[in-house]
């Protein structure tokens, strides 16, 4: 571990709960596991930051999953979501660059399958997309409708909370 994730760490404990909040929002587009985080601060050491993200994400109803789900764009979508900001755009676009050398009619079934996937469960495909091509992106994307709805309101939790941590290491990294 730098010396710099713990100074910002540090930073992170000191902003003022609004801000704190915001910058946790960038993480995760749920307002109410912002507010906890926000509210569970100083947090002492790297490991009482992540406890905390997984056991209030966790802990959050199926309506806050929801909710920070529909702050994602969806996979292979040039547009940011309409709830994000500039900072978490930017980490979507990253994550979600294994779509953008992908030929277009990789594309064009991926958002064919994003599209039946929201038909069918209300919500956008949340997958980590992080390292994944637009291939295996699809893939996953049609195995997964296979699933029930309370099934995959669990993958994409689970799915979600990687994308919170990895956010939550980049927001400590730079």
Not at 112 to 127: Q, S
């Given at each position: 571990?730098s010396f710099?994730?713990?100074?910002?760490?540090?930073?992170?404990?000191?902003?003022?709960?609004?801000?704190?909040?915001?910058t946790?929002?960038?993480?995760?587009?749920?307002?109410?596991?912002?507010?906890r985080?926000a509210a569970?601060?100083?947090?002492?050491?790297?490991?009482?930051?992540?406890?905390?993200?997984?056991?209030?994400?966790?802990?959050l109803?199926s309506?806050?999953?929801?909710?920070?789900?529909?702050?994602?764009p969806?996979?292979?979508?040039?547009?940011?979501a309409?709830?994000?900001k500039?900072q978490?755009?930017?980490?979507?676009?990253?994550?979600?660059?294994g779509?953008?050398?992908?030929?277009?009619?990789?594309?064009?079934?991926?958002?064919?399958?994003?599209?039946l996937y929201k038909?069918?469960?209300?919500?956008i495909?949340?997958?980590?997309?992080?390292?994944?091509?637009?291939?295996?992106?699809l893939?996953?994307c049609r195995?997964?409708q296979?699933?029930?709805i309370?099934?995959?309101?669990?993958?994409?939790?689970?799915?979600?909370?990687?994308?919170?941590?990895?956010?939550?290491?980049?927001?400590l990294?730079?």
């Amino acid at each position: 571990m730098s010396f710099q994730i713990y100074k910002n760490l540090a930073w992170l404990n000191e902003l003022p709960r609004a801000e704190a909040e915001s910058t946790f929002r960038d993480c995760c587009g749920s307002a109410e596991w912002a507010s906890r985080m926000a509210a569970s601060r100083p947090f002492p050491m790297l490991e009482n930051l992540y406890a905390a993200a997984e056991d209030i994400w966790f802990s959050l109803p199926s309506a806050d999953h929801l909710e920070a789900f529909a702050a994602h764009p969806q996979i292979g979508s040039k547009s940011a979501a309409p709830s994000q900001k500039k900072q978490a755009a930017e980490w979507s676009a990253g994550e979600q660059s294994g779509v953008s050398d992908a030929a277009d009619s990789v594309r064009e079934q991926l958002a064919d399958a994003n599209r039946l996937y929201k038909n069918k469960f209300g919500f956008i495909f949340i997958v980590y997309a992080s390292g994944k091509t637009a291939d295996e992106m699809l893939a996953i994307c049609r195995a997964r409708q296979g699933n029930s709805i309370e099934t995959e309101l669990k993958i994409a939790a689970q799915e979600q909370h990687k994308i919170t941590e990895t956010r939550l290491n980049k927001l400590l990294e730079t």
